[in-house]
């Protein structure tokens, strides 16, 4: 009997709850374009659908499940920030996370204040409604490309300007192609 039960929470899909930015549809196709300009460069590489792009602001965990109170919290904290607009220019390709198959990234070589600042304070929100981004305090903005294997070449790349209008609560499903926006919250002019 517990061998059963074992194997079917073994068997339910990963539920991820987190705050990103959402490229604009504009800014979707000069990202696609740095992709095909270096899909040459890593042969092996699983590449991410476009629809899926994002940068990760806080990353709120995972679990077995639909969390609709962590929802509710995270809703909270997003109402008591108001962020200010801002470019973000991805410049570079970095390699980050697992060594063995790192995503490949376009990335910031430089954070604009107010990116810093609203990161900052979306964060302190998040822990007065009993939430920890599992990012802590660090910003790195990147968005993947792929997945590729070890030392993938780190090509030269056209730099994407991003200007956020806003950003999104997310929730994803292992399985599922799209992601699903629980929330939006505009950045002041």
């Keep these: 009997m517990q061998k ?15 705050f990103a930015l959402r490229p604009a549809a504009a800014e979707c196709r000069a990202v696609e374009a740095v992709a095909a300009s270096v899909r ?4 092996t ?17 995972q679990s077995a499940g639909p969390r609709a109170e962590q929802v509710a919290q995270a809703g909270e904290a997003a109402g008591r920030v ?10 570079r390709l970095a390699a980050l996370g697992d060594r063995r198959r790192p995503a490949l990234a ?7 204040e107010p990116l810093r600042a609203f990161h900052a304070a979306l964060g302190r929100q998040l822990l007065a409604v009993g939430l920890r981004s599992e990012t802590g305090g660090s ?20 730099p994407v300007l991003l200007r956020p209008a806003g950003f ?11 992601y699903t926006v629980l929330g939006e919250w505009p950045f002041a002019a």
Aim: proline content about 11%; glycine content about 4%; cysteine-free.
């Design 139 to 158: 910003l790195l903005p990147h968005l993947t490309l792929a997945y590729v294997d070890p030392d993938p070449p780190l090509v030269p790349v056209a």
């Design 45 to 61: 590489a699983h590449w991410v659908r476009p629809s899926r792009h994002h940068l990760t602001l806080h990353y709120l965990g």
């Design 40 to 43: 040459g460069t890593v042969p």
């Design 82 to 91: 108001q962020g200010r607009a801002f470019v973000l220019a991805l410049d």
């Design 4 to 18: 059963d039960l074992f194997a079917t929470v073994e068997r339910l899909p990963t539920h991820r709850l987190f």
């Design 106 to 112: 376009l990335a910031a070589s430089v954070v604009p």
């Design 168 to 178: 999104q609560l997310v929730y994803s499903v292992d399985g599922q192609r799209e």
